[in-house]
């Protein structure tokens, strides 16, 4: 894969995504309903509370579990069914707590921002995942335990444990956390600074990237996102509220990495009052082959290969009927809205939300641009079909995960969630 | 089952089950770290019989619970009933070297290999073997992890016959799919190898190590260097250069700083092992490689290893070789490198020799003395002997004074407290005119510092320059200072005076005691401020194990009878305790 040009790849994909597009994506299941045993089931739109909203969803690594982080605090993770179709509640907790920070007489959301699971299998009953508030990173352990008294049946109790607290790391909000392929360390990003962990050790942290400047009135760039490459231990990347993205390399030097490659497509996606505002990128996500790169901003979806910085391999547009409804965006600040992205297993497609509860299948490497409404399917039946909606910006889907083996994408709007699934098998290119 | 009634034969068990059922951690920690007792009151055969198999089935619990558990298990082979029996002890041991959470499995690795010094040669073959088998071909990589560390004590104790499965089964655990199992292997690998014989090293484990070094992940690949040494401990001077330079050499070029961080750190170990033929020939061009590398950790490490590595060349390269880049270092960008340097260049002198070092070496340590940063200063003075000794104290002490006030003087307190900390040494280096020139005020304004630290320790410097100097020269050149100091306005130096007296006491004779602290001690009994006169009874207890009991009787008895009535209640106390020492 990694010797081939992007033309002989789309030559090689062609007739994947022909294959793929004959089959449509389908609703296969909701959850966040309210008849659901989960504690945060119940719409709670009447009172405007925005608790129960998800706010970040994670697959592990073999996407058997599905990680759903809330505006509360909650994590609920659902485990895959011996179907392989349906996700069923597994177990859920609460992560972290807000807090008021006395220095600063702020409050600390409680809001998961993200979560991502361990990527080594411990044990076939434990698995590891860590999530992040603002201000603090945790690592939670959770394990299956048989109990059986003599004489009664097996009973399976799913214990949540917290395993370690990281405090004390960010004077900033953090926005990302990822492991690394080593297995024992982890970075975390905010605003101005990413921190290395080790797994092991609580109270130290190293810096890795600094951009705060001398003169705090000289601020223009802020970091939005960050991540480690998915098998190279020395390789993350992060992006700024500028557009770019940077490469660091973990080889080079000890303190404040510069960055090894700079992503910046210096052509505007659109000129203007907004420009500054939609160049912001929400989220970059390493492929999961490792060679290229995907970055969302408010209007575009932009594909790099790693080894050429100048031009993205491809600029996927598809919020072109957002164009002359900015103004109305700003007013409301939908375009602030954090959108993520998530590559298909065999890095061949791309997987973003959108409002109106629309979401977007794209070919990373080819034309097809499909877009999908997530609706239940007895609400899919009330509207037809190509009926053109008057654009609803509260109805946004932010958070998207593409499950690492499948055909499954996990989506997530406000205080639902939606799991749709393809029936063709995943044909695996590398 | 039935309620267990003490004298029951199974009483203690049935506790420990209840015990271990308990919602507080503390409970069952407690329950656990009393095992010895209970298998003490079972009895041994019991213990085999019923309390193993029972911990058996304990290994569900927190992390704290199953590491308690582990380390006490490390100890019970007498309660199990001797060597014959430890290998019963394997079997729960096993099951903890093989959980989720790294310390539970370091903890049981520790007490297998604990257990194991107690099985005989004839048994250990069978209880060791299938148990390292078992844990090296585990499904996770947990038990795969713990087995690396088992190898070295396993397998000189086993039979010829099975040594060749093992050394594959760890070259399988080198090539292991997870980065944790091939870091712990990595890691490992120095104390395995030098149990295998020569022919094998060269045969199958240099390979290994070889993929081992040129491993993925950076924190594998850190590991080579102190692999290398190991091996090469056991190969002749051939195979070294042949085998071993080119893993140093790729080492010193790789790509991370880590990797290079680790050669510089363990520099002067790879010279001793590789020999000076070779140091001389091949390893001096790396070190000067790292010397001027271009990430600031790489060359603090190496700066740390100068003096280490010269003492493995001529003096001449030195010269020409070292020398260049240690100039660099004196005034390289990071303190780090700078001070790091300044701890180790002193060493050069005694090897260069009186003259070469006033030439090349004299204005690198004065350039050091007066550096911005506090630390490389305070490391050049820490190091100081080595260099007297060579060229005398005087070219130095002009150059001294000013760099000693200076950090005495330092705006942070801990500067100020570290270079308190060398001054009995520079004092003894220094002579005693020159310290009561030139140092002794400055140990005098430290009583009367703004930071209790420091005038602690200033006091403890008083007691250890006593102890350099003599009691004569204490008697005629500090005592009087201290003692004016009583009659400061502000009582926190008052004070001060009282922790000196309970200090100096005991490196004073009995008559500096009794005829001019004594007396000072009787007149502070009646200071206005309560906090000097509880202080007075607290020196006055700490004195009165070394003074005679007529003494005792006569002078201090009186002065606590007084305090025993004041009208401050801590005074009153710590008169009583002083008191009840008066008897």
């Not at chain 1, 799913?158 to 690394?180: C, D, M, Q, W």
């Not at chain 1, 009927?321 to 602030?336: P, T």
């Not at chain 2, 100020?416 to 020139?437: H, K, S, T």
């Amino acid at each position: 894969m990694a010797s081939e040009t992007v033309e002989q790849l789309e030559a090689k994909y062609r007739g994947w995504y022909e294959e793929a597009g004959k089959s449509n994506w389908e609703f296969s299941q909701m959850f966040g309903e309210e008849d659901s045993d989960s504690e945060l089931s119940g719409s709670d739109s009447e009172d405007g509370s925005t608790d129960n909203w998800i706010s970040s969803l994670s697959f592990d690594r073999t996407g058997r579990y599905l990680a759903v982080g809330y505006n509360c605090g909650q994590v609920v993770v659902l485990k895959q069914q011996p179907d392989e179709q349906t996700y069923q509640l597994y177990t859920e907790f609460k992560s972290h707590e807000s807090e008021f920070d006395f220095l600063t007489s702020m409050e600390i959301e409680e809001k998961i921002n993200q979560i991502k699971w361990f990527p080594f299998s411990q044990h076939s009953h434990s698995q590891m995942l860590m999530t992040t508030n603002d201000k603090t990173v945790k690592i939670f352990k959770m394990t299956e335990r048989v109990q059986s008294a003599p004489g009664e049946e097996r009973k399976t109790d799913i214990v949540v444990k917290p395993l370690r607290t990281f405090e004390g790391g960010h004077a900033y909000n953090i926005n990302s956390i990822a492991f690394n392929s080593d297995g024992e360390t982890f970075m975390s990003s905010d605003d101005l600074r990413i921190n290395l962990w080790h797994i092991g050790v609580r109270n130290e942290a190293f810096g890795m990237v600094d951009i705060k400047p001398e003169n705090m009135d000289e601020l223009s760039e802020v970091i939005t996102c960050s991540d480690f490459h998915p098998n190279q231990c020395n390789h993350f990347i992060y992006s700024s509220s500028k557009g770019i993205i940077r490469l660091g390399d973990l080889r080079h030097s000890a303190l404040c990495e510069k960055h090894a490659k700079a992503f910046e497509d210096t052509t505007p996606d659109i000129t203007g009052f907004f420009q500054e505002l939609v160049t912001t990128i929400s989220d970059v996500k390493f492929s999961p082959c490792g060679r290229f790169i995907a970055s969302r901003d408010y209007l575009t979806m932009k594909i790099w290969d790693v080894r050429n910085e100048k031009n993205p391999v491809r600029v996927i547009k598809f919020h072109e009927h957002l164009l002359s409804k900015l103004c109305d965006l700003y007013e409301n600040d939908a375009i602030f809205d954090k959108f993520e992205c998530s590559w298909s297993s065999n890095s061949t497609q791309l997987l973003t939300g959108s409002y109106n509860n629309t979401f977007f299948v794209c070919d990373a490497f080819g034309t097809g641009k499909q877009s999908l409404k997530a609706l239940k399917p007895a609400q899919a039946q009330r509207v037809g079909a190509g009926v053109s909606e008057p654009l609803d910006s509260t109805q946004k889907i932010l958070h998207a995960a593409w499950h690492p083996n499948a055909n499954l994408l996990a989506l997530g709007a406000k205080d639902f969630g939606y799991l749709y699934q393809k029936r063709l098998p995943v044909r695996k290119f590398h | 089952m039935a309620e267990a009634k003490p004298g029951d034969e199974n009483y203690p068990i049935t506790v420990l089950i209840e015990e271990l059922k308990n919602e507080d951690i503390q409970l069952r920690l407690n329950a656990i770290r009393r095992l010895g007792t209970i298998a003490k009151a079972l009895g041994v055969d019991k213990t085999r019989a019923d309390l193993i198999p029972f911990l058996n089935e304990c290994l569900d619990d927190e992390d704290e619970v199953l590491m308690a558990l582990a380390e006490e298990l490390g100890n019970f082979v007498e309660h199990v009933g001797g060597a014959p029996y430890a290998h019963v002890l394997l079997q729960p041991l096993e099951s903890l070297a093989a959980v989720e959470e790294t310390v539970v499995r370091d903890k049981a690795v520790e007490a297998i290999l604990k257990v194991a010094e107690h099985i005989p040669n004839e048994s250990f073959e069978v209880a060791f073997l299938p148990m390292l088998k078992r844990l090296s071909t585990g499904d996770w990589f947990t038990p795969r992890s713990s087995a690396c560390g088992l190898y070295a004590l396993v397998y000189p104790r086993i039979s010829d016959g099975a040594k060749p499965d093992l050394r594959q089964l760890y070259g399988k655990l080198c090539n292991d799919d997870t980065p944790m199992v091939r870091r712990a292997a990595a890691s490992n690998f120095k104390k395995f190898v030098v149990t295998v014989d020569k022919a094998q090293i060269k045969s199958e484990m240099i390979p290994i190590f070889q993929t081992l070094a040129r491993d993925d992940q950076d924190s594998v690949r850190l590991l080579a260097v102190e692999n290398c040494i190991a091996i090469a401990s056991k190969l002749d001077r051939e195979d070294t250069v042949s085998l071993m330079l080119p893993v140093v050499h790729a080492c010193v070029n790789d790509k991370s700083w880590r990797v290079r961080y680790m050669v510089a750190d363990q520099f002067s170990n790879v010279c001793n092992v590789f020999g000076q033929d070779i140091a001389r020939s091949e390893l001096v061009g790396l070190f000067v490689k790292l010397l001027k590398d271009s990430e600031a950790e790489v060359r603090t490490a190496a700066a740390s290893k100068v003096t280490g590595v010269a003492l493995m060349l001529e003096v001449d390269t030195v010269i020409k070789q070292l020398l260049p880049c240690v100039h660099d270092l004196v005034t390289d960008d990071s303190q780090h490198a700078r001070a790091s340097l300044a701890s180790d260049i002193m060493g050069l002198a005694p090897l260069l020799g009186k003259d070469l070092t006033s030439t090349h070496l004299l204005e690198l340590f004065l350039q050091l003395l007066k550096d911005d940063f506090p630390e490389v200063r305070l490391n050049i003075i820490s190091k100081l002997d080595k260099v007297t000794k060579v060229i005398g104290i005087d070219t130095l002490a002009q150059h001294l004074m000013p760099a000693i006030v200076e950090l005495a003087e330092d705006r942070q307190w801990r500067v100020r407290l570290a270079i308190i900390d060398y001054i009995p040494l520079l004092a003894a280096e220094l002579g005693v005119e020159f310290f009561n020139d030139k140092l002794s005020n400055l140990c005098m304004t430290w009583l009367g510092d703004s930071v209790y630290s420091i005038r602690e320790a200033a006091t403890q410097n008083l007691k250890r320059l006593t102890e350099v100097f003599g009691v004569e020269w204490a008697q005629n050149n500090i005592i009087p200072k201290v003692l004016a100091l009583s009659s400061h306005n502000n009582y926190l130096y008052r004070m001060t005076v009282l922790f000196a007296i309970s200090v100096l006491s005991k490196v004073v004779g009995p008559d500096v005691v009794n005829d001019t602290m004594l007396p000072l001690l009787v007149k502070m009994a009646q200071d206005p401020v309560p906090n000097i006169r509880f202080n007075v009874c607290k020196t006055l207890q700490a004195m009165i194990p070394n003074l005679d009991s007529t003494v005792v009787q006569a002078r201090v008895k009186p002065v606590l009878s007084k305090l025993l009535e004041d009208k401050d209640q801590d005074v009153r106390y710590f008169g009583q305790q002083a008191w009840l020492m008066c008897n």
